[in-house]
Antibody
Framework: QVTLKESGPVLVKPTETLTLTCTVS??????????VSWIRQPPGKALEWLAH???????SYSTSLKSRLTISKDTSKSQVVLTMTNMDPVDTATYYC??????????WGQGTLVTVSS | EIVMTQSPATLSVSPGERATLSCRAS??????LAWYQQKPGQAPRLLIY???TRATGIPARFSGSGSGTEFTLTISSLQSEDFAVYYC????????FGGGTKVEIK
C-alpha cells in the first residue's frame, strides 16, 4: 500500500525558513520510474507545483520560487525534505507531497496547512 | 512555463446529466495531460492520465480526450459524489496545473 505523509510546523513567522518532511511507504525512493514532488494550494485557490526529486537525485524547481527552495531525500529513511526560505504570508497554503510517475501524480499525501503569520 | 487554462470556472449540472470540462495548453503538451478531482478538505485524486487513460479504480463515466493543446474531461452521468473541483495538469514539461473547474449541483 502506497502512502505519503507530510509533517512540519503549522505556523511560521515571516522571514523564517520552512522545513517540511514527506515520509513515504509502499515504494522506494530509489525506484527509477518514480519521483516525489511538492505541490501547494493556498486557501480557495489552485494547485501550484513547487519542486521535484528523481530517483537519481536530480532535482527541478518552479522557476518563480527556485531561489527559495531546496529539495532533498534520504532514501534509507524514505523521506523527502523541502525547505523554503524567507516565508511570507502569501506562502500560507496546504502543502502536499505526491508520487510522480510518467502517468502524473498517482498518490498524494493528506497535505499539511502552513500558516505564515507574526 | 506552459500555462493551462480551464473553462468554465464553474459548471452547474443536474444529477444524471452530462458534464464537459475544457482545458487548453499555451503550447503543445502532446498527450502528457492528467485530470484530477478534488473534494473539500481532501487531496486531489488522479482520474485520467495520458489524456485519455483512466487511473486505477476510476469509473467508466469519466472519460478524457484531446491532444496537443485542447483537452476535454467528460462525466457522462453525474453522480452525487462527482460534485467537486477538477484540475488539469500537463507533464510534458515541468508540471503546471490549470485554475480548476468547480462542478456544482444545479
Amino acid at each position: 500500500q502506497v502512502t505519503l505523509k507530510e509533517s512540519g510546523p503549522v505556523l511560521v513567522k515571516p522571514t523564517e525558513t520552512l522545513t517540511l518532511t514527506c515520509t513515504v511507504s509502499g515504494f522506494s525512493l530509489s525506484n527509477a520510474r518514480m519521483g516525489v514532488s511538492w505541490i501547494r494550494q493556498p486557501p480557495g485557490k489552485a494547485l501550484e507545483w513547487l519542486a521535484h526529486i528523481f530517483s537519481n537525485d536530480e532535482k527541478s524547481y518552479s522557476t518563480s520560487l527556485k531561489s527559495r527552495l531546496t529539495i532533498s531525500k534520504d532514501t534509507s529513511k524514505s523521506q523527502v525534505v523541502l525547505t523554503m526560505t524567507n516565508m511570507d504570508p502569501v506562502d500560507t497554503a496546504t502543502y502536499y507531497c505526491a508520487r510522480s510517475t510518467n502517468q502524473g501524480f498517482d498518490y498524494w499525501g493528506q497535505g499539511t496547512l502552513v500558516t505564515v503569520s507574526s | 512555463e506552459i500555462v493551462m487554462t480551464q473553462s468554465p470556472a464553474t459548471l452547474s449540472v443536474s444529477p444524471g446529466e452530462r458534464a464537459t470540462l475544457s482545458c487548453r495548453a499555451s503550447q503543445s503538451v502532446s498527450s502528457n495531460l492528467a485530470w484530477y478531482q478534488q473534494k473539500p478538505g481532501q487531496a486531489p485524486r488522479l482520474l485520467i492520465y495520458g489524456a485519455s487513460t483512466r487511473a486505477t479504480g476510476i469509473p467508466a463515466r469519466f472519460s478524457g480526450s484531446g491532444s496537443g493543446t485542447e483537452f476535454t474531461l467528460t462525466i457522462s452521468s453525474l453522480q452525487s459524489e462527482d460534485f467537486a473541483v477538477y484540475y488539469c495538469q500537463q507533464y510534458n514539461n515541468w508540471p503546471t496545473f490549470g485554475g480548476g473547474t468547480k462542478v456544482e449541483i444545479k
